[in-house]
């Protein structure tokens, strides 16, 4: 009979949440702590998309452990925004450099956990039937790692390349002369399509929903500028934990239709100019606001039709049926203008949706698209997907799936309840994608770290939230985004990408800062809405706080 191997803590992912969770457990707390990855590496995220222009919109110098002193300072990103094969060298480097990958069991899924009542403990079932078990579970599943391709009729036939861009292979794949379709124009579409145009023989893209995109304005990152910047890090990194996206901006102006006109205009062309996500907070009131948010709306088609030759093309790529900022806003570096080049087509699907996959390519309104390759670029069952990839089961055995079949409910986008012990990096309700993700992860995994040293410290066996906590904080979450324009959009933030999926705006809008405060006071107040208990003998007097 197997033998079920004994931690103190069981972290699920070996992205950056569960890099760090490992340090904080281990070497702060000194717990014995099993981390499970289903890649063979580190990294998360980066570790998959290693498609043709993946990088990061948050700029290097942001994007980056703050806990680490010694690591801020020695570590030297090169552009303004790095590339995922630069992000992944720095996370091999943070598990070097900590020891990590020791306690990491790489290429191990998780296939499921259950909570034991009368020990207090989880057990994991890991793919190949072994087994591990700990008094705490947490996951650091990420929030986009299910990738997800749509069920396409005839896919299977399809006898060229398919590649998706969540599950890239770890060689280079060349396009040369090749005739590739990209299905989809998110993030990473928006990404990959000017990069895979400059090598393929002929590049068409398949567009749904034309998205909104702002230029990256990338650029060599200056020693002048990375000193400056390491230098004036502390007083940084508290600005960005205490911002409402955990990156630090220029003020906004105010509201966009109480602003004089040609400042408007100005201050549009100014962060225009300068590049990346700080555009979308040129105004206070963009994502709240329907005619505030056609100003900053206005002005980017305008930019489109500016830079786009085909009157009939820029049309198509001029988003019309959300406002700016309800689906994510995109980053990129040349994307529009790759349509003025003669091997790059758009095909609208808007009421004409991909028919099938053949043999050789895509159908479409009855037209065949003969291609070799085919890029899905289809994004992800996002947030709640790598987590129903698991079969969790809580207190009598409850399933987080089926507690979540209408959406998911947490408390404070960490923890369940009827699933104690179990904590959730950047879950649903937590504002996570909101955000930059480094800067939320450090967050919880703190809140995390300190949960668990409580518990420990004060004899507590059972660290469960409680329901009234939890329907308390799904409705503020759902009252947050009911003031915005963000359910408007069929955004995967709502879960509107996934056929069946429940309509529920996932992520909590009340910024990084104001959540931080909120979580600190939870802890402050003896881990107001969850029940403590303590561990037996003492468990059948009474809970031991609450
Ligand atoms: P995404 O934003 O969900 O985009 C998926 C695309 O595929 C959309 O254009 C979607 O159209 C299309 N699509 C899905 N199903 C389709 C179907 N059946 N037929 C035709 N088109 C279909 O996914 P993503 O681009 O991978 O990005 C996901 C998220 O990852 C981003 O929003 C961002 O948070 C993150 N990301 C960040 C970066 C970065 O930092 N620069 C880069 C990449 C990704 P609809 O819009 O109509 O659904």
Redesign the pocket.
């Known amino acids: 009979m197997r033998t079920t191997r004994e931690y103190d803590a069981i972290v699920i992912g070996a992205g950056f949440a569960g890099m760090y969770l490992l340090h904080r457990l281990r070497d702060d707390l000194g717990l014995r702590v099993r981390v499970y990855e289903r890649g063979d590496g580190v990294g998360g995220t980066w570790y998959w998309?290693r498609y043709p222009g993946?990088?990061?919109?948050?700029e290097s110098m942001f994007y980056s452990y703050s806990f680490s002193e010694e690591l801020e300072q020695e570590w030297e990103w090169t552009e303004r925004y790095p590339t995922q094969p630069e992000i992944l060298r720095y996370a091999d480097h943070v598990a070097d450099r900590f020891g990590l990958r020791e306690d990491i069991e790489f290429s191990t899924s998780v296939r499921g956990a259950r909570y034991d009542g009368t020990t207090d403990t989880w057990t994991v079932v890991l793919e190949d039937g072994r087994r591990a078990r700990a008094p705490f579970l947490v996951t650091a599943v990420g929030c986009?790692s299910a990738a997800r391709v749509?069920d396409?009729e005839g896919l299977d036939s399809f006898t060229g390349e398919t590649y998706h861009?969540?599950r890239w292979p770890h060689e280079d794949v060349d396009f040369t002369g090749k005739r590739v379709a990209v299905?989809?124009?998110?993030?990473?579409?928006?990404?990959a399509i000017p990069v895979i145009a400059r090598q393929a023989a002929h590049v068409t893209v398949?567009?749904?929903?034309p998205?909104f995109s702002v230029p990256a304005q990338n650029g060599p990152l200056s020693p002048d500028e990375q000193r400056r910047v390491k230098a004036d890090y502390r007083r940084l990194r508290h600005a960005a934990r205490v911002s409402a996206a955990g990156v630090v901006t220029p003020p906004a102006l105010g509201n966009a239709l109480e602003v004089d006109e040609e400042l408007r205009g100005a201050e549009l062309d100014r962060r225009w100019a300068a590049g990346g996500t700080a555009f979308m907070n040129t105004f206070t009131d963009t994502v709240t606001d329907e005619e505030a948010n056609r100003v900053t709306a206005d002005y980017v088609r305008d930019r489109i039709r500016e830079t786009v030759k085909d009157p009939d093309v820029a049309e198509l790529l001029c988003p019309k049926d959300h406002p700016i900022g309800t689906?994510?806003i995109c980053?990129d570096t040349d994307y529009y203008a790759t349509y003025n080049r003669d091997n790059v087509t758009l095909v609208g699907?808007r009421g004409n949706?991909?028919e099938r996959i053949t043999p050789s390519g895509l159908r479409v309104g009855g037209v065949d698209h003969e291609v070799d390759v085919i890029v899905f670029?289809?994004?992800?069952d996002?947030m709640t997907g790598p987590l129903n990839a698991i079969d969790i089961r809580g207190l009598g055995g409850i399933s987080l799936r089926e507690e979540w079949a209408d959406g998911p409910r947490t408390y404070l986008g960490v923890a369940a309840a009827g699933f104690p012990n179990l904590f959730m990096v950047t879950a649903p309700g937590s504002p996570s994608?909101l955000s930059n993700m480094i800067v939320s992860i450090e967050q919880h995994v703190d809140w995390i770290t300190d949960a668990i040293a409580h518990a420990r410290r004060a004899g507590i066996a059972r660290f469960e939230a409680r329901r009234e906590a939890q329907d308390t904080w799904v409705e503020h979450v759902n009252e947050v985004a009911s003031h915005t324009l963000y359910p408007r959009a069929?955004s995967?933030y709502m879960g509107?990408?996934v056929p069946g999926k429940p309509r529920v705006f996932m992520p909590y809008l009340g910024g990084v800062g104001t959540y931080r405060r909120i979580c600190d006071e939870v802890a402050g107040d003896g881990y107001r809405g969850f029940t403590l208990t303590a561990a037996a003998p003492a468990r059948s007097a009474r809970p031991a706080r609450a």
Not at 54 to 58: I, L, N
Not at 183 to 191: C, E, F, H, L, R
Not at 206 to 209: A, L, Y
Not at 377 to 380: K, N, P, Q, R
């Open positions: 998309n993946a990088r990061c919109d948050v986009l749509p396409f861009t969540g299905i989809g124009t998110g993030s990473s579409g928006i990404q398949f567009q749904r929903t998205n689906k994510r980053v699907l949706p991909i670029a289809t994004g992800y996002a994608v069929a995967w509107a990408n």
